[in-house]
Structure formats: C-alpha cells, structure tokens
C-alpha cells in the first residue's frame, strides 16, 4: 500500500463547475499537508497547505484536511480552463522532513 | 517565493554518459532538494543537499549514481552518471520554503532528461 494515493483520473469538466481532488493516506503522523500545480512542462507550484486538521481558503480554493479518517481535498469553484494541470497533494510528519507525493490528478477545464 | 532557475532545461543523452544538471536559487537557503519524476508518475526524492554537509540520500539512490554538489547557499549541481534508458525523467530541484515550520518547497522548472 502506498503511503498516499491519489487518483490519477484524467477529469475532465466543464467550465465553471465544482472541482473535488482527493488524497487519501496511511500515515497517521503526517502533519502538514499540501497541494501543488503542475502545469505541462514546468515544475509544481505550491497552492495551498494546510497544518493538521481544518479548512483552509484561497479565492477559488479551498484546501479540507480530516486527519481522523486520513483524507484530504481540494475544492476549486467556479472552475476555469487555466485551471487544466495536474494536481499534487503532498504531506510530510514537520521539521523539515521530506515530502510524500500523491501520483498526481490530471485535470481538464473545457468551455 | 523563491526564484528557481535550472540548466539544461532538457537534454538528449547516450548511453554510459553522465549529465550534470545545476540548479540556482535567488535567495540563500539552506536545504534544497533533488527529485525525479518518471513519465506519467509522482515525484520521488533523491537527495538532500545541505550547504557544507554530504548529501543525504533516500533509499534506491546513491551518490555513485547521482553524486551532488553544494558549494554554496544559491546553487547546487546533480549529475546522473553512468546512464541507462531507465534514467529517463525529469529531474526537479526544489528549496525550502521561507515559512517558517511549514515543510513547504518551491521547485524549479525541472530539467527533462531522455537517454537513448
């Protein structure tokens, strides 16, 4: 069993609609928990992150984590085309330790 | 957030050859970090590299194969020696981000390497 799994759809929606992006992991001592974009042929760029259990929103994001059933989303509203990428979570147990990554979500916006 | 800049941005190599891949930082940090992502997976970490300390390698890598340098606070090289088809990747740097006890990393744009 990997340490997070994540699906690696593709998703495909139309534009405006409600976008959930879900990880879910083992590690019950994970405390910061992250999500990244990853554009096609560039490098991932941090969206959001999150300290243990709680929400956490940005404009059009809204970051959920529920440690107690070890699961964590990712909400965009109002969905765009410029959203189309892959969506990362990752997590790590603090102190400058190193990242787990999910397999990533690929995600298509259409007009 | 930090600037991160990496050369080669992509490259073409033969087998038994070796890449060396740099990766330059705007602003001193002191933990920076090296990872693969194979075609159509996540990231997976290499290394650890620390200004003035050896690198600190993750389980399935080792420095023969992917020996790291860190001169100083802005810039850190990785070179993939000896390479085989299997090396095919792209080859992410990524440094510590400045808030503080958040584990958060910015990468750079990554360095996309085929072997043939």
């Known amino acids: 069993q990997k340490e997070v799994e994540q699906d690696p759809g593709p998703l495909s929606v139309p534009e405006g609609a409600i976008v959930s992006l879900n990880c879910t992991y083992s590690?019950?001592?994970?405390?910061?928990f992250m999500w990244y974009r990853q554009y096609s042929r560039k490098g991932p760029e941090l969206l959001m992150y999150?300290?243990?259990?709680g929400n956490k929103e940005d404009g059009r994001f809204t970051a959920q984590v529920d440690k107690s059933s070890k699961y964590i989303s990712l909400f965009i509203r109002d969905s765009q085309p410029s959203d189309s990428a892959t969506y990362l979570c990752?997590?790590?147990?603090?102190?400058?330790?190193?990242?787990?990554f999910g397999a990533g979500t690929r995600l298509a916006v259409h007009p | 957030s930090a600037v991160i800049s990496q050369k080669p941005s992509r490259d073409i190599c033969q087998r038994g050859t070796s890449l060396t891949i740099q990766c330059q930082v705007d602003?001193?940090?002191?933990?920076m970090f090296w990872y693969r992502q194979q075609p159509g997976q996540s990231l997976t970490l290499i290394a650890t590299?620390?200004?003035?300390?050896?690198?600190?390698?993750e389980s399935g890598f080792v420095i023969d194969k992917f020996p790291i340098s860190r001169p100083n606070l802005t810039f850190s090289t990785l070179t993939v020696s000896n390479m085989s088809p299997e090396d095919s990747s792209i080859y992410l740097c990524?440094?510590?981000?400045?808030?503080?006890?958040?584990?958060?990393?910015?990468f750079g744009p990554g360095t996309r390497l085929t072997v043939l």
């Open positions: 990524s440094v510590e981000s400045a808030r503080a006890n958040t584990d958060t990393q910015y």
């Open positions: 590690n019950s001592a994970f405390q910061y």
């Open positions: 999150t300290y243990s259990s």
């Open positions: 990752a997590m790590s147990l603090g102190g400058y330790n190193k990242l787990i």
């Open positions: 602003s001193q940090v002191t933990m």
């Open positions: 590299a620390n200004q003035g300390s050896e690198a600190t390698y």
